[in-house]
């Protein structure tokens, strides 16, 4: 089946500047890949995606970059703000069609 | 249009108790997902509908769990015989490839 692994589990920030998180996937079948932001004691929101037939995708201060070849795919996000703090997850779905998720990373911005 | 709603909210119970957490996905949504989180952790996949196909319970973390989907709508996941450790937020999320998920249900085994 399909595995998600995600980098780095923690990500500190200074508020203006960039973040970064990477992940990878197993499934060569796997043809989505949403991220998704959840805030302290909130639901995860989907924040962006990206299907298999696209390199890149872009949406405001979040873009995400995809890599079938070598199987891995982005998050960036620029001129991060304090309100950019939150856990995001990536995933991707299996050759089933079922999603699986990364373990999470943490995202701090501080002032 | 109305999202993913879950129902308790929150649910206290005492140890040995079965539950019911009740997940109305957005009308017309093939896929629905439950997950379980713990404080501070991950996603943990639980179980999948997909349509008309089979469930894939592949995650569930003990026969105590079930979950079934009436009429490719409404899913009930079940808990019998609570334990202290099924303390979590259990979420549901419903899709077509888009998974959107709902508010979740706060269980609290004492």
């Known amino acids: 089946g399909e595995n998600v692994e995600q980098h780095p589990s923690t990500l500190s920030v200074q508020e203006g500047d960039s973040a970064v998180i990477k992940c990878t996937y197993s499934?060569?079948?796997?043809?989505?890949f949403p991220w998704y932001k959840q805030e302290l004691g909130k639901r995860p929101q989907l924040i962006i995606d990206?299907?298999?037939?696209?390199g890149e995708k872009k949406d405001q201060r979040i873009a995400v970059t995809l890599n079938k070849t070598a199987k891995h795919f982005s998050l960036h996000i620029t001129e991060t703000q304090p309100e950019d703090s939150a856990v995001y997850f990536c995933?991707?779905?299996?050759?089933?069609?079922?999603?699986?998720f990364g373990a999470g990373t943490q995202v701090v911005v501080t002032p | 249009g109305a999202g993913v709603s879950q129902s308790p909210s929150n649910k206290v119970t005492e140890k040995g108790k079965d539950v019911e957490l009740r997940c109305d996905p957005i009308?017309?949504?093939?896929?629905l997902y439950w997950y379980r989180q713990s404080l501070g952790q991950g996603l943990e996949f639980l179980i999948y509908?997909?349509?008309?196909?089979?469930?894939?319970k592949s995650g569930l973390p003990s026969d105590r769990f079930s979950a079934e989907r009436t009429g490719g709508s409404v899913s009930t996941l079940t808990i019998q015989r609570t334990q202290q450790e099924d303390s979590a937020v259990y979420l549901c999320?419903?899709?077509?490839?888009?998974?959107?998920f709902g508010p979740g249900t706060r269980l609290t085994v004492t």
């Open positions: 999320a419903s899709g077509v490839d888009e998974q959107y």
């Open positions: 499934d060569s079948a796997s043809n989505y």
């Open positions: 990206i299907r298999s037939n696209v």
């Open positions: 995933a991707a779905t299996d050759s089933w069609g079922k999603l699986q």
């Open positions: 009308s017309g949504h093939t896929a």
């Open positions: 509908f997909q349509g008309n196909s089979a469930p894939d």
